[in-house]
């Protein structure tokens, strides 16, 4: 690489986004510290911070990779993670654990390939849809949509993991809507979606008895307090409980007292707002905000239709994962594991967040290029 090339991937790399993603990343280690302080967990900060690390090397190799090349690569991926996934199923490959096979055993780690395939898909989606031009979409470049993101839809919900098989909607729903859907074709397949949802939850075939009792569970969680409704209940009282100011680090009642379930992962933000209160939790969702909007403001400059594409694909799965995972916490969204972006402890999860981080600082510091 040139010096020349070297001082201008520099120059327009978005530092103040990083910024933004270490000092939110610090709060989760310094909050999965605190929360696993007196349980069998402890010790896992020290692991959350390797995955930042390697994180951050992951995001600074792919960000200095063009993402037309990522796009020309793109199909090979997906054919490697339908793979993957295809294998997760097979027994004797497949590592199976609390009831769900999610994951592949390689050595002492876990690796659950559904993660990846969310990065691979905002690719897929965004190459797709660039492909078409921005032009009307037909009902058969709709139908194609579908079933790209379709086939591995399906293949996450057998293991069954029904929160990660959610992430995927929304970068189907973010390239519809930039690829150029019309009104007519947005009403007839969001009435044809509300007929197919209403067929899966009647069918008994595709949803299981715990995932419905988890769906349910939220709208009055005080009827099965010990059952279905008990992480509900556990996080509203820590959030409640937080107050203003919080109860301080390491001293959340809640947390502390093993009342609350998993809380340096799932629940994490109802662990940090118990210990930093309204304040504190006011404080994470604007930097949160201020992520997205930076991520936003860097698709309006990209240099073409598939960096933009790239880039919204990934805000919304951000987006998505931050409303689902924080409507939980405060009883508003029904509990389904989807975790808190750069918050939640999961090497997966971070390791994903900052590739898709790094694909949108690759479109960025390439916005200038013809």
């Not at 010096?3 to 991937?9: D, E, N, Y």
């Not at 951050?56 to 490697?80: E, N, Q, T």
């Not at 390689?106 to 849809?129: D, N």
């Not at 992520?291 to 987006?319: E, K, P």
């Amino acid at each position: 690489m040139s010096p020349r090339m070297r001082i201008f991937s520099f120059r327009e790399f978005d530092w103040a986004l990083l910024a933004m993603v270490l000092l939110l990343c610090t709060l989760s280690v310094l909050e999965i510290y605190s929360a696993t302080l007196h349980t069998k967990y402890v010790g896992f900060h020290t692991k959350q911070s390797l995955w930042i690390g390697g994180g951050l090397v992951a995001m600074f190799i792919f960000s200095k990779i063009d993402y037309h090349r990522l796009l020309d690569w793109a199909p090979w991926a997906y054919g490697v993670c339908l793979v993957g996934l295809a294998a997760v199923l097979v027994p004797g490959i497949g590592h199976k654990a609390l009831g769900a096979r999610r994951w592949i055993k390689a050595g002492p780690m876990l690796f659950q390939p559904s993660e990846w395939v969310k990065l691979v898909l905002v690719l897929i989606v965004a190459r797709y849809f660039a492909n078409l031009g921005g032009r009307g979409l037909t009902w058969k470049d709709i139908f194609k949509a579908f079933v790209l993101v379709g086939i591995p839809m399906l293949l996450v919900i057998k293991e069954p993991d029904l929160g990660t098989t959610l992430t995927y909607a929304p970068i189907l729903i973010a390239g519809l809507f930039f690829g150029g859907i019309n009104i007519r074709q947005t009403v007839i397949i969001s009435t044809a979606c509300l007929v197919l949802v209403a067929g899966a939850w009647t069918s008994g075939k595709i949803l299981k008895p715990y995932q419905k009792a988890r769906l349910t569970s939220f709208v009055n969680p005080s009827n099965d307090p010990r059952g279905a409704g008990y992480q509900l209940l556990q996080s509203e009282i820590a959030v409640g409980a937080g107050g203003v100011w919080g109860q301080g680090a390491a001293k959340g009642t809640q947390t502390q007292g093993n009342f609350l379930p998993i809380p340096h992962a799932d629940f994490i933000f109802a662990a940090f707002s118990e210990e930093h209160g309204f304040v504190g939790a006011l404080f994470v969702l604007l930097l949160y905000f201020s992520i997205l909007m930076r991520l936003i403001q860097n698709a309006q400059t990209a240099a073409d239709l598939s960096g933009s594409l790239i880039i919204m694909g990934v805000v919304a799965v951000l987006t998505f994962q931050i409303l689902v995972n924080v409507g939980m916490v405060i009883g508003f969204m029904p509990v389904t594991g989807i975790p808190l972006p750069l918050m939640s402890y999961g090497g997966s999860s971070v390791l994903f967040t900052f590739l898709a981080l790094g694909a949108a600082m690759n479109v960025r510091m390439r916005r200038f290029v013809n």
